[in-house]
């Protein structure tokens, strides 16, 4: 069994991505929840360590988990650890790609703002998508390698960006971007909580974007003999379609307070009257 702990972790910081595959089997939820909680793992330290040295310091610590799998040193008495050790040993997942993860997260320790909207999509590539890529990799439905890619783009990618336009408050509050603007006097609006017509044309761009992408990725899959079961590990993201539509008609709603989720609960007697 999972350890409960890192499960239960996983569950509740990480539920779009937790509960895409509850219908799987144990052993291939286990493979998949010991990579989620891998990002998990990563991705926390940029909250929960204020000094920026000894984020980066942590960083280095897990590269150098990653390249010694398959040694002495490979932390075989952590399940989770233990998982990954075992996933890269049968060659199901490339340490490449777990490093690819691993230095991606340099960007959230460094509280810089993206560059540019390239800098911001190869993040996402790296991250989101590089994630789905290798939780369909534990999938023999999923044994075409160009399927694998082409799919985790069209849902990894926008996956990815629906998080970042739906956490814009919880990041900004952290002193975090979310996703790329063009200006500093739009950094500074955005961490004001304050929206103008640049901000706007972002959220709106992005929104579109990810309608795009899912598009893409329906047409893809009509075009193959997955069963529909294997489909809602990729269709996490439609979950988001609701809270989305509503921010593209309001933007300003990018800055609320609360959680996400919380936020999709509070609007949900709202949304129906919004959309239809």
Not at 228 to 238: E, G, P, Y
Request: glycine share 2%; aromatic share 12%.
């Amino acid at each position: 069994m999972i350890d409960n702990n890192w499960l239960s972790s996983l569950k509740k910081f990480d539920r779009e991505r937790f509960n895409s595959f509850q219908h799987l089997s144990v052993e291939k939820r286990k493979k998949i929840s010991a990579i989620y909680f891998f990002n998990l793992e990563l991705a926390n330290i940029a909250w929960n360590v204020t000094e920026p040295e000894l984020r980066y310091l942590k960083l280095r610590w897990w590269e150098e988990f990653v390249k010694s799998i398959n040694t002495e040193s490979s932390f075989k008495t952590n399940e989770y650890l233990s998982i990954l050790s075992n996933l890269v040993s049968e060659k199901v997942l490339s340490k490449n790609d777990l490093l690819r993860l691993i230095n991606a997260r340099e960007f959230d320790c460094s509280n810089k703002p993206f560059d540019s909207l390239d800098q911001q999509m190869e993040y996402l590539r790296d991250t989101s998508q590089n994630l789905l890529f290798m939780g369909l990799s534990c999938l023999q439905e999923f044994s075409d390698k160009s399927l694998r890619k082409n799919l985790s783009e069209y849902f990894g990618l926008s996956l990815g960006l629906a998080r970042f336009i739906l956490a814009a408050g919880s990041l900004r509050k952290n002193k975090c971007y979310s996703f790329f603007l063009p200006s500093r006097i739009d950094h500074d609006a955005f961490f004001q909580s304050r929206i103008n017509d640049n901000i706007k044309e972002r959220v709106r761009y992005d929104i579109d974007f990810i309608f795009h992408l899912i598009e893409k990725g329906d047409k893809e899959l009509k075009c193959s003999q997955l069963r529909k079961k294997s489909f809602l590990i990729l269709n996490t993201v439609k979950l988001l379609i609701p809270s989305l539509k509503v921010i593209k008609n309001k933007p300003e709603l990018i800055f609320r307070d609360n959680h996400k989720i919380r936020f999709k609960t509070k609007f949900i007697g709202k949304l129906k009257e919004l959309i239809t």
